[in-house]
């Protein structure tokens, strides 16, 4: 299904990234493989947020608004036991040793994601986490920005002038920093402080 959607959905502008939403704005996470955007959302997910995608955010580029694509949550290596503490076990699927990727086991997100998935939400913020690096928030400026957005998503070449100005309009809207961390619980620290101080 990720390969269809990557290679064949035109319907909104699609970015490889987790997200998830409160009071009706969307928190977006986006970077490279083992940063924990994955681990992030679906943590996020069991303490209050509503889990809106960690393969995909798709973005209305008629509205600006963010869609939900809640499927299964991939897990990798040490972020399996992380989630194994706070998520029942009968949410969880078997587990897939040795992979290319390492260790893998995916897990069913909330009922509430599946149950409000028709729900958009505003985007509010971008971050780039990193994962196993000192606790620090950075800025990052609109034209980097702007060109990781377009390296993390699957079709805005195909979408032409319309994906050029979705991402356009969203780079200039939307607060974006980077964020370092050890841990869950200094990420949700730092998302926390980040969240309290939107409009």
Do not use: C
Request: proline share 6%; charged share 20%; net charge positive.
């Amino acid at each position: 299904m990720n390969l269809q959607m990557a290679l064949g959905w035109r319907r909104h502008l699609l970015l490889h990234a987790s997200s998830v939403e409160k009071d009706g704005k969307a928190l977006l996470m986006t970077g490279l493989s083992g940063s924990g955007k994955s681990t992030l959302s679906a943590m996020l997910a069991e303490k209050g947020w509503r889990f809106m995608g960690d393969e995909f955010a798709l973005l209305n580029p008629d509205t600006g608004m963010l869609h939900s694509f809640p499927r299964l949550i991939s897990l990798k290596n040490q972020a399996i036991a992380t989630m194994q503490a706070i998520v029942p076990e009968n949410r969880f699927g078997p587990l897939m040793k040795g992979t290319p990727k390492g260790d893998i086991r995916h897990v069913k997100p909330p009922l509430d994601a599946v149950n409000k998935m028709k729900d958009a939400a505003k985007p509010a913020l971008l971050l780039f986490p990193r994962f196993g690096h000192d606790p620090a928030l950075r800025d990052i400026g609109k034209s980097e920005i702007f060109v990781r957005l377009t390296q993390a998503s699957t079709n805005y070449v195909a979408l032409g002038e319309t994906g050029f100005r979705a991402l356009t309009q969203f780079v200039d809207t939307v607060p974006t920093r980077a964020m370092d961390y050890q841990s869950g619980d200094q990420a949700e620290e730092l998302i926390d402080s980040l969240w309290s101080k939107l409009p």
